[in-house]
C-alpha cells in the first residue's frame, strides 16, 4: 500500500472515531431523512460486512448501503450515493473510513441542504481535491500529464481520480488489474480494442499472463503524456524486450539506426499504414522543440509557410527552417525524420513478431508507403504534438540534403537530381566511344578526301605539264589506319 | 617494338581485384538504390555483398598503397610540378587522342617504368586513387554502421548528405569505369594494354626518347 496514504489514513482514524460518535447519535434522524426502502438481500449483505468497519462507518452504512440513494442536480443528471459495505471494507480506503473523506458532512445537519452543483461532472471535479489530501505524490505525477492538460484547457471531460478510481471500491492497482475493467476504455474505446485484439491484448486477456502489458505499463497512469511527444513508448518496449538490438542485429542491416528511426508498431503492427514526421528538435541535444521556446512563433510560421494549402514544399519547408533559426539561433534547429504509424489504433495493433515485417523492400523502394504521407512537427503549448502537412516530394528533393540532413531511407527517399545525373553519367560514359570513333570515322575520311583531292590535283597537274610543282601538303602522306 | 616491365604483379593483382570488385560495387549499388528498378538479387544481399566487398576492395587498396609507399616505383604518381608543363603535355595527349591517333600519328606520351602514366593519366589517377577512392570508402565505411560512425556522420551533417557523396563518387565511377575499359582499348592494338595489365609487360615503341 502507499505509505502515504497509510500514514494520512492512521491520522484520520482518530477523527472517524469522533465523528462516528456523532453520528450514531443522530442515526435515526438520518435514516428517516432519505425516502429509501431497503430490500432484505441489500440490508442482509451489508450487515454482513460491516464487522470489519469502524462503528461510524457502519452508521453511515445503514443508510447508505441502499439501493436507490441518489443525489440529483440541476441538469436533472443523477449520481448514486450508494456504497456496498462488502466493497468497501475490501477496498484500500477501508482503513481511511467515511469520514477520512466526507470529513465536510456536519452529522448534525446530514443530509443537509443539496450543494450547488449543476452537473455530476461539476460534483466530481470538485471532489478532486479531497483526494490530494492523501495522494499528494500521485497529484503531483497527474499534473503536466496529457489528462490533466486537456482539463486545464477547458475539456471537462477530462479524467479526474474518480473516473478511473471508484472511491469506495479502490483496491491497490485495481485500475490494472483486469483486462476488462480498465477504465481507459471508457474514452479511448477504438484503441482499447485494438489493443485486446493484438498479442499483448490477447496474452493478457484469454491466456492470463500478467507480464503481458496491459495501458498503463506502457503509457503509465498518472503521468501520462501524449503518444509521440517523446521517446517514452519506446523506452517502454525496451523495458520489456530486453537484448532487441541484438536480436535485429542478427539480420538486420544498421539495426541500432532502425531503432533509432523507426517505431517499434511500424513493423510490429504489419496491417497498419505508415508515414514519415520531421520532427524540430535542438541540433545538439535532439530534443524535441516546443511552440514558445526560443521566440519564435513555430506553429503560425509552420502553418503560413504553406503557402498554397497542398502542404508544406520542398522550398517552403527549406525557407522556413532557415526563418526560425534566424530567430532562434542559427544551426540551433534541425529536423529529426521518424517513421511512424498512422493512427493510434494502428499502433495498438501488435502482431506476434513472427508476422513483423522483415522484408526491407516495404521501405527501401521509391513510392514505398511509408513516404507517401509526411508533416513536420513541434510540440505545442499544451504538451501535445503539432503536426503540419508536408508534400511527399520533400523527401526526394535536392533541398532535403540541406533541410532534413539526418533523414534518409534507401531507395525509399533517393533525391531525384541524382537520379538524373546518373542518366546522365551513363550516356555521358557511352558518348565517350561512341563519339570517339564518330570523330575517328570523320577524321578519317577528312584525311582520305583531302589525300583524294590532293591526288587529283596531282594527276592534273601531272597531265598539263605546263603548270608543274608539288600539289600540296597532304599529298605527301597517306592517312594511318 | 620493345617491351618494358611496367606494371608489377602487386599492382596487377591490385589492379583486377579492383576492377572486379567495382564492377560488383556497381551492380550491388545499382541493386541497394534501385528496388523495382532492378531486381538482381534481394535489397538485404545485396547490402551485404556490398559491405563485404567493400571490405575487401579497402584491404585491396592497402596492397596498393604498400606497394607504392615501400617501393620506389611511387615516381610514377609524382606529379608534374610545372603548371605550364603539365598543361602543354595534356594539350599534346589530348590532340593526340582527338586527331593524332586517327592519323597514324605516333603517340606523344613515351611509357617507362618510372613513368608510365602520361599527364591526362597522372592528374586522372592522382584524383581518383588519392581523393576520391578513400573519400569513397571512408563514406562507405560509415554508412556501413550509422550507429558506430554517428560522430562522425553529425559531423558531415547528417546521414544524407554523407550518402549524397557516397552518391555522387559512385556516379563518376560508373562513367570513369566505362571511359577506363574504352582508353584502355586504345593502345597499337585494341588487347595491348589489357595483355600488358596481365603480364606486366607493355609494348613500346622504339623512338629512342623513352626515359628511364
Known sequence: ?481 | MKKIYVHPLPVRVWHWVNAAGFVALIVTGLQIRYVGVFDFMPFRAAVQWHNWIGFVLIANFFVWLGFYLFTDKIRVYHPELNPMEHFRGSMRQLQYYGYGLFKGDPNPFHISAYRKFNPVQSMTYQVVMMILVPVQFFTGVVLWDTRMFSGVIEFFGGIRVVDTIHVLIFIFFVSYIIIHAYMGALGHTPSAHYKAMFTGWEEAEETGEARH
Request: charged letters at 20%; glycine letters at 10%; hydrophobic letters at 40%.
Open chain 1, 1 to 481: 500500500m502507499d505509505p502515504a496514504l497509510t500514514r494520512n489514513g492512521l491520522e484520520n482514524r482518530g477523527n472517524t472515531a469522533r465523528l462516528g460518535a456523532l453520528i450514531a447519535a443522530f442515526l435515526g434522524l438520518a435514516a428517516a431523512a432519505h425516502t429509501v426502502v431497503a430490500a432484505a438481500p441489500e440490508a442482509k449483505a451489508a450487515a454482513q460486512t460491516v464487522a470489519k468497519l469502524s462503528d461510524a462507518d457502519n452508521t453511515c452504512l445503514a443508510c447508505h448501503s441502499f439501493e436507490g440513494m441518489e443525489k440529483k442536480f440541476a441538469s436533472g443528471e443523477k449520481l448514486s450515493l450508494q456504497v456496498l459495505g462488502a466493497s468497501f471494507a475490501q477496498s484500500v480506503h477501508a482503513s481511511a473510513g467515511c469520514a477520512g473523506c466526507h470529513a465536510d458532512v456536519d452529522v448534525a445537519k446530514h443530509p443537509g441542504p443539496a450543494k450547488k452543483f449543476k452537473t455530476a461532472r461539476e460534483h466530481s471535479l470538485a471532489f478532486t481535491g479531497v483526494c490530494r489530501n492523501c495522494h499528494e505524490d500521485k497529484f503531483k505525477l497527474y499534473e503536466g500529464s496529457v489528462h490533466e492538460k486537456l482539463l486545464k484547457s477547458g475539456v471537462d471531460a477530462a479524467p479526474v481520480c474518480t473516473d478511473c478510481h471508484n472511491p469506495h471500491s479502490v483496491k491497490a492497482r485495481a485500475a490494472l488489474a483486469s483486462i476488462s475493467g480498465v477504465s481507459c476504455r471508457k474514452c479511448h474505446e477504438p484503441i482499447f480494442d485494438a489493443y485486446a485484439a493484438s498479442m499483448h491484448g490477447t496474452a493478457r486477456g484469454k491466456l492470463g499472463h500478467s507480464a503481458a502489458p496491459i495501458c498503463a505499463d506502457c503509457h503509465r497512469a498518472h503521468d501520462i503524456g501524449f503518444a509521440g511527444a517523446s521517446d517514452r513508448l519506446k523506452a517502454a518496449c525496451l523495458g520489456c524486450h530486453q537484448g532487441v538490438a541484438d536480436v535485429h542485429a542478427r539480420w538486420l542491416p544498421n539495426a541500432a539506426r532502425h531503432l533509432d528511426v523507426i517505431a517499434c508498431a511500424a513493423c510490429h503492427s504489419p496491417a497498419a499504414e505508415r508515414k514519415v514526421d520531421l520532427r524540430l528538435v535542438e541540433s545538439g541535444t535532439q530534443a524535441r522543440v516546443a511552440e514558445g521556446d526560443g521566440n519564435a512563433e513555430l506553429e503560425n510560421r509552420l502553418a503560413a509557410a504553406d503557402k498554397d494549402g497542398k502542404g508544406i514544399d520542398a522550398i517552403e519547408l527549406w525557407n522556413v527552417l532557415r526563418e526560425i533559426n534566424r530567430d532562434r539561433g542559427e544551426g540551433r534547429t534541425t529536423l529529426r525524420g521518424r517513421l511512424e504509424v498512422r493512427t493510434g489504433v494502428q499502433a495498438h495493433q501488435l502482431a506476434d513478431k513472427s508476422q513483423a515485417l522483415r522484408t526491407c523492400e516495404t521501405c527501401h523502394r521509391q513510392g514505398a508507403d511509408p513516404f507517401q504521407n509526411v508533416s513536420v512537427s513541434i510540440i505545442g503549448v499544451d504538451g501535445r504534438p503539432l503536426r503540419q502537412e508536408v508534400q511527399k516530394e520533400v523527401l526526394t528533393s535536392v533541398l532535403s540534403v540541406d533541410s532534413m540532413g539526418g533523414f534518409y531511407a534507401v531507395g525509399g527517399t533517393r533525391i531525384k537530381l541524382l537520379d538524373l545525373l546518373l542518366v546522365l553519367s551513363v550516356l555521358g560514359g557511352l558518348a565517350v566511344p561512341v563519339g570517339h570513333q564518330m570523330l575517328r570515322w570523320m577524321v578519317r575520311r577528312h584525311l582520305r578526301l583531302q589525300a583524294e583531292a590532293a591526288r587529283a590535283a596531282a594527276g592534273a597537274a601531272a597531265g598539263g605539264e605546263a603548270s608543274g610543282g608539288p600539289s600540296g601538303p597532304g599529298a605527301s602522306r597517306a592517312p594511318g589506319k
